[in-house]
C-alpha cells in the first residue's frame, strides 16, 4: 500500500494517517480536540502530539468543550504540572480560550462544525499534489480562517497551524495522488 511520504513505519502514525487525516470531520467536540492538538503541535513534531494524545484526553476531559470553558485556575494549574502533555502554559491557556469562543460560534452560527464548514462551501476541497513540496504549509484560506478566528478572540491559530488543522478535519484532503488514501485512488473509503 503506497502511502503519503511524510508518513513512518510507526502504528500509530499509520493508524492517523489512513483512518483520520483527510477524512471529514463535523463533530464539534472532535473540531475542538483537533485545533487544540495542532495548537499544542506548533514548534514540534505531529508525532510528538498523537503518542500523547490519549494523555490529552484524559487531561482535558475527553475535549468536551463547556468543561473546558469553565477550567478554574487551579483545574490550569493542575495541567501545567501534568508531565503527560506539552506544558506550555500559553497552549493550555488557549485551549479554555478558544473552548469559549467556540460556545460563542455556537450560538451565532448553530454549531462550531457550520461556521467552519461554511468557507468550503461544506465541501472538502481535493487537491492533486504528486510530491510533498507541492504541499504549501498554508493558504489564502487558512490565512482568511486564522485572522477570522482572530477577531473572535481565538489565540494560537496562525495560518499554519490552521491550514493543519484543515488537513486534519478533511476541509483539505492533502494525501497525495499516489496515496491509496487519495480520493482518485480505488480503496478509499
Known amino acids: 500500500m503506497k502511502r503519503c511520504g511524510w508518513v513512518t513505519d510507526d502504528p500509530i502514525y499509520i493508524q492517523y494517517h489512513d483512518n483520520e487525516?483527510?477524512?471529514?470531520?463535523?463533530?464539534?467536540?472532535?473540531?475542538?480536540?483537533?485545533l487544540t492538538l495542532e495548537g499544542a503541535q506548533a514548534g514540534l513534531s505531529w508525532i510528538t502530539i498523537l503518542k500523547r494524545r490519549e494523555n490529552y484526553k484524559q487531561a482535558f476531559d475527553q475535549f468536551i468543550i463547556e468543561k473546558v470553558a469553565n477550567y478554574s485556575e487551579e483545574k490550569i494549574q493542575a495541567l501545567l504540572q501534568n508531565e503527560k502533555i506539552i506544558r506550555n502554559e500559553?497552549?493550555?491557556?488557549?485551549?479554555?480560550?478558544?473552548?469559549?469562543r467556540i460556545?460563542?460560534?455556537?450560538?451565532?452560527?448553530?454549531?462550531?462544525?457550520?461556521?467552519?464548514?461554511?468557507?468550503?462551501?461544506h465541501q472538502p476541497i481535493i487537491n492533486h499534489w504528486s510530491t510533498l513540496e507541492e504541499v504549501p504549509a498554508n493558504t489564502e484560506l487558512s490565512k482568511t480562517i486564522s485572522k477570522d478566528l482572530k477577531k473572535r478572540s481565538f489565540a494560537f491559530i496562525g495560518p499554519t497551524i490552521i491550514y493543519s488543522f484543515m488537513q486534519a478535519i478533511g476541509m483539505v484532503n492533502d494525501h497525495l495522488i499516489t496515496c491509496f488514501c487519495h480520493p482518485n485512488q480505488k480503496g478509499f473509503n
Open 21 to 34: 487525516w483527510g477524512v471529514p470531520v463535523f463533530d464539534d467536540q472532535q473540531l475542538f480536540e483537533m
Open 90 to 100: 500559553k497552549k493550555i491557556r488557549s485551549a479554555v480560550t478558544n473552548a469559549k
Open 103 to 121: 460556545i460563542d460560534i455556537q450560538e451565532e452560527y448553530g454549531s462550531f462544525s457550520n461556521f467552519l464548514w461554511s468557507y468550503v462551501n
